[in-house]
């Protein structure tokens, strides 16, 4: 079972670069989640989906567009990347009560 | 909103002790879900154990179990026994049943390790 993947699992940018990560869920999951980790600071969702077609912001959205085309991926893209959005990323699909989580992806920007 | 706060961010336990972790969390709703994950040096998120508000009875997993206090807005964790493999961060999570997207709200964390 792959459960959900996240790809890459690391990512060094410049300034200003662009990106997409790609979350895939073979689960069938309706609902998808793209959150970020610092340190002290938790995990705070940045943009969510409830399904196909669909997307919504979280949290902390700024800086980051989603795309939920179809049902297994929800892709989260950094058009402009700037220092402050070094982190983990993390994605989650969720069936019923419990959240499963991608492995993370850890995104530097120089 | 929803807010949750773990105060600890450090803390330490030898082998075969236990350990409370401690989680307060605010919120005006009168049911809704909370969780405790743990974080390996791996990164991966693990659900630990999970608490349904409705339910008087704490919830137990082996040798992890909550004191969930509604009132008090208190949700620790404790672990028995605590093992080398039990060193990792640990979060508090809150989930509303309000709305749709059944978002998870998260605390900062607290680090936990074990010595022998």
């Known amino acids: 079972n792959a459960g959900v993947t996240q790809t890459p699992k690391f990512r060094v940018l410049k300034t200003g670069q662009s990106m997409t990560l790609l979350c895939a869920q073979d689960?069938?999951?309706?609902?998808m989640y793209w959150y970020r980790q610092d340190p002290g600071m938790g995990l705070r969702l940045i943009h969510y989906s409830v399904g196909e077609g669909t997307t919504a912001k979280g949290e902390v959205p700024d800086g980051y567009n989603v795309s939920r085309l179809k049902k297994q991926n929800f892709l989260l893209g950094l058009e402009s990347a700037a220092p402050s959005q070094t982190s983990v990323y993390f994605c989650?699909?969720?069936?019923?009560?419990?959240?499963?989580f991608g492995e993370g992806s850890r995104l530097t920007v120089l | 909103a929803q807010t949750v706060t773990q105060s600890q961010p450090e803390m330490s336990v030898q082998e075969a002790e236990t350990v409370t972790l401690s989680c307060t969390y605010d919120?005006?709703?009168?049911?809704?879900?909370l969780f405790w994950y743990k974080q390996p040096p791996s990164r991966q998120m693990i659900l630990v154990i999970r608490?349904?508000?409705?339910?008087?009875q704490n919830a137990t997993e082996n040798r992890f179990s909550v004191n969930f206090q509604k009132a008090a807005k208190s949700f620790s964790l404790k672990i028995s026994d605590s093992q080398l493999g039990d060193a990792a961060m640990y979060f508090c999570?809150?989930?509303?049943?309000?709305?749709?997207?059944?978002?998870?709200?998260f605390g900062t964390g607290t680090r936990l390790q074990v010595t022998l």
């Open positions: 689960m069938n999951h309706e609902y």
């Open positions: 989650a699909s969720r069936e019923r009560g419990e959240l499963f």
């Open positions: 999570a809150y989930r509303s049943l309000s709305g749709t997207a059944s978002k998870l709200t």
């Open positions: 919120t005006s709703e009168s049911d809704y879900y």
């Open positions: 608490q349904e508000a409705y339910k008087q």
